[in-house]
């Protein structure tokens, strides 16, 4: 591969050894650093190339053996320094080179230590010195953003300390102004730091909603691209003014109207948070959004989605499929059961490793609570996750039948235990600080053993059940799904079980705008038979 600088039209003038996978510039365009990687994918190398001079002469500025760690390189916002990124799914490392100096050495932040993750930006302070501002999770379980000075890291000062309830999640520095991202009570905002010492939080005035900081690439600018997005608010795009704290809409995605030739109304939908309660006594928030004048006696149906995996935070969103549901009588919910990130690192650390079957009995205690609170009944709720999330639905088929009336796996992990045995599988490795690893530690093997859902398939009565997998799927192999359906279609009852493979298909199903509508509406499809059917 030969790299070209599309700014300036430098080109490499030979090919770089290896498989590319990231690159940035000095500040003055005099060298390149690049990630590359061996065919195997390991081991990562940052390389450093000086214009003019062969790739040959190239040096290896630095090296990751360990399987378990990816590895970034990039410009800090203010483009002072470089900076390597090195991180697994729990413990993180940075080195900076003064962006000015390429060929000198990088520096170690904070060594790495396992469990501890951290990231870095810099700022100059207002005595004009050089800072740097490091969000971690060293004895801060929920992360703490600190300032430090750039001769000694580890002398750290807090400036936002620790909190039990709020989860700071990223920060963007400004040359005047720090914006933080952070997430509490389920829902993510922002806050506004000035360097007058003021600060403010923005406001939103919805009950569900997603927000986040865009990339925001100038750093001498005083107003901060935010997205937006509600269930019933199509994505939306603000710029706040940081000094005053004023927004301004820029974009809104557009809903075409519907085939009656009727526009989308938001007025026309409402949306709620509800709570549900675990065995343990743990609240799980719940968002949904249905048509105004849904019933609430248990005759409509529901779709309830679910993920809980990875830290990943599955928070309401604008979908325009989603409306063909809604307008067709369904409330559609999502739970944000532990194992996720919605209500902080704890949320996660309690649904992974030898804590996971939290995941799924709190997935189970949300159906029940749109039971009992009358959004839907049995028969017509419909579960529905993919991938961690076709895990979770493996699991709570087995765990609690009869609280469905259908379920879809998409892409589905089920045959949890044989694959995160196999360490020659890419992701395996990887993934044991997630499941743990079962070819070392019998309590995780036995623990694995006990939740997989292929092992645990039994003669039990089971829901209508739709399994969607894709043979160029590298991530949850196609013979999973298959070897799951083959045998609840031999020793279950009820049904039926389905499965249904695309042939051209990778992890996100098919490609292009339209081959993955189709997709999508084979799925809705199905969802609504199945509730009809069960009504019937």
């Not at 916002?77 to 991180?87: D, P, W």
């Not at 045959?415 to 045995?421: A, G, H, N, S």
């Amino acid at each position: 591969m030969r790299i070209k600088d599309l700014t300036t039209g430098t080109v490499l003038p030979d090919e770089i050894p290896g498989t590319f996978y990231g690159c940035a510039w000095s500040l003055d365009g005099s060298a390149l650093f690049y990630i590359t990687v061996d065919d195997a994918w390991r081991p990562y190398r940052v390389s450093r190339h000086l214009v003019g001079s062969p790739a040959a002469d190239d040096v290896i500025v630095f090296e990751e053996p360990d399987e378990r760690f990816w590895v970034g390189v990039g410009l800090t916002r203010s483009e002072r320094f470089v900076q390597i990124s090195v991180g697994s799914k729990l413990t993180s490392e940075v080195r900076l080179l003064d962006a000015a100096r390429p060929d000198g050495e990088f520096s170690m932040v904070l060594p790495r230590r396992q469990g501890m993750e951290y990231s870095v930006e810099h700022q100059v302070g207002a005595d004009g010195s050089d800072r740097l501002l490091i969000l971690h999770n060293d004895n801060a379980e929920n992360f703490e953003l600190a300032v430090a000075p750039l001769a000694d890291p580890a002398d750290m000062t807090p400036l936002i300390a620790h909190r039990a309830d709020t989860r700071l999640l990223d920060v963007d520095a400004f040359a005047d102004y720090l914006a933080v991202h952070y997430r509490r009570d389920g829902l993510t905002g922002v806050r506004i730091l000035r360097g007058d010492g003021t600060e403010h939080e923005i406001a939103f005035g919805e009950p569900v909603y997603r927000v986040q900081p865009g990339s925001n690439p100038e750093y001498y600018s005083a107003k901060l691209r935010l997205g937006y997005v509600s269930m019933v608010t199509p994505d939306s795009v603000y710029d706040c003014d940081m000094a005053t704290g004023e927004l301004t809409l820029l974009r809104r995605r557009p809903v075409l109207p519907r085939p009656d030739g009727a526009g989308y109304d938001p007025a026309d939908y409402e949306q709620h948070r509800e709570w549900a309660t675990a065995g343990d006594g743990t609240k799980i928030p719940i968002s949904l959004v249905c048509r105004k004048g849904t019933p609430r006696d248990g005759s409509a149906p529901c779709l309830l989605y679910g993920y809980g995996s990875y830290e990943i935070s599955v928070d309401p969103g604008f979908s325009i499929p989603r409306l063909s549901l809604l307008d067709r009588g369904f409330s559609y919910a999502i739970a944000h059961i532990r194992g996720g990130g919605e209500m902080g690192r704890r949320w996660y650390d309690d649904g992974k490793l030898l804590r996971k079957a939290n995941t799924f009995s709190d997935f189970v205690a949300c159906a029940e609570h749109l039971v009992s609170a009358g959004w839907t009944a049995p028969s017509r709720l419909v579960a529905r996750g993919g991938s961690a999330g076709g895990l979770l639905m493996g699991a709570v088929a087995n765990l609690a039948p009869q609280a469905f009336g259908g379920i879809v796996a998409q892409v589905p992990f089920v045959d949890t235990l044989t694959t995160i045995l196999d360490p020659s599988l890419p992701l395996t490795v990887t993934e044991w600080e997630e499941w743990g690893d079962p070819l070392h530690d019998p309590r995780v093997y036995a623990y694995i053993k006990s939740y997989s859902p292929y092992e645990n398939t039994g003669q039990q009565v089971y829901p209508p059940i739709l399994a969607i997998t894709s043979l160029n799927d590298t991530r949850v192999l196609y013979r999973e799904p298959a070897k799951w359906i083959a045998k609840l279609q031999a020793t279950a009852g009820g049904g039926p079980f389905l499965l249904k493979t695309e042939m051209v298909a990778g992890h996100g199903g098919r490609s292009g705008r339209y081959d993955a509508w189709h997709e999508e509406a084979f799925v809705l499809a199905w969802i609504t038979s199945t509730v009809r059917a069960a009504s019937s």
